[in-house]
Every structure is written in C-alpha cells, then in structure tokens.
Nanobody
Framework: QVQLVESGGGLVQAGGSLRLSCAASGRTFRTYARAWFRQAPGKDREFVGAISWMGSSTYYADSVKGRFSISRDNAKNTVYLQMNSLKPEDTAVYYC??????????????WGKGTLVTVSS
C-alpha cells in the first residue's frame, strides 16, 4: 500500500518557524518529484512548492518564496518543508504529494492526508 505521511504541523506564533516532514512507504519514491500543497479554511487547495527527484530543481509559489524551503533525503524516502517567517495567512492544512515531474503545476499521482499548521497573530 502506497502511503505518504506528513508530520510536524502545529501551532506557532507569527514570525516563527516549523519544519514539516513527509515520509513515503509502500514503494520507492526516489525517482518521483515531490510537492507540497496547502488548503486554508474556505479556500481551494493551492501549490506551495516542488522539488525534482534528484533535488536539483525547486519551484515555489510567489506567496512563500524566500520564506519556505523544500529539501529531500532519498535514502529515507522523505521530503521536508522548512517554513520560516510564518504569517497568519499561512494557516492551512499542508499536503504532501508525489508527481512524475516537478513543475509549478505538478500532476499529482499520490497525496498524503495532510497536517494542520496554525499561525497565530
């Protein structure tokens, strides 16, 4: 069974940092691009960022560029989202995803169930 499991969400004050992790199991995701999306209450899910399977290319939404950073450890089948300078508008459920290619609009093959990030003002 293929699984993507996010962790690391929680409550943080504005200006703080969090690091999300997404562990893959059930098959090797080493050659998959990985991505993060988020969905705020009452809004559509939106792209946050993506990283190529080798980690050599990254893509970010304008809203998080310069504050968020994606990295991956293929030996652990895990991808990370480092979030700095968090703002209340970053509050959302964050979803991990796996796709064939890393782009600004990746076509997702697998989704995680999400982890909630709440940023208080």
């Amino acid at each position: 069974q293929v699984q993507l499991v996010e962790s690391g969400g929680g409550l943080v004050q504005a200006g703080g940092s969090l690091r999300l992790s997404c562990a893959a199991s059930g098959r090797t995701f080493r050659t998959y691009a990985r991505a993060w999306f988020r969905q705020a209450p009452g809004k559509d899910r939106e792209f946050v960022g993506a990283i190529s399977w080798m980690g050599s290319s990254t893509y970010y939404a304008d809203s998080v560029k310069g504050r968020f950073s994606i990295s991956r450890d293929n030996a652990k089948n895990t991808v990370y989202l480092q979030m700095n300078s968090l703002k209340p508008e970053d509050t959302a459920v964050y979803y991990c995803a796996a796709a064939q290619i890393a782009t600004m609009d990746p076509q997702v093959d697998y989704w995680g169930k999400g982890t909630l990030v709440t940023v208080s003002s």
